[in-house]
Nanobody, 122 residues
């Protein structure tokens, strides 16, 4: 089992910044991809940003230039630096990771965190 724990959410004013963190723990041999998704009230969960094992990144158009995803491989942690926040960024932010659990077989994992609320409001 692989668990993901997010932190860093909260209430922030429009134009402000916040950094989210997500740490993976458990039976992990290799993490292939990590990412952030969000779900606003009444809307479907959507991709925010992803990062691969070779540090390739992908962003939703709505956050390009404002959000930055990064990771610390030694800590199995992914970050999301969110700048110039807008009220429409208000959502529950979920961390996602996938990879392999063992070097001896091809068993894989794909896990979600419990989510962290980000509210952008004055």
């Amino acid at each position: 089992q692989v668990q993901l724990v997010e932190s860093g959410g909260g209430l922030v004013q429009p134009g402000g910044s916040v950094r989210l963190s997500c740490t993976a723990s458990g039976r992990i041999f290799r993490i292939n991809n990590m990412g952030w998704y969000r779900q606003a009230p009444g809307k479907q969960r959507e991709l925010v940003a992803t990062i691969t094992s070779d540090d390739s990144t992908n962003y939703a158009d709505s956050v390009k230039g404002r959000f930055t995803i990064s990771k610390d491989n030694a800590k199995n942690t992914v970050y999301l630096q969110m700048n110039s926040l807008k009220p429409e960024d208000t959502a529950i932010y979920y961390c996602n990771a996938d990879g392999r659990t063992s070097p001896f077989d091809l068993r894989t994992f794909a896990s979600w965190g419990q989510g962290t609320q980000v509210t952008v409001s004055s």
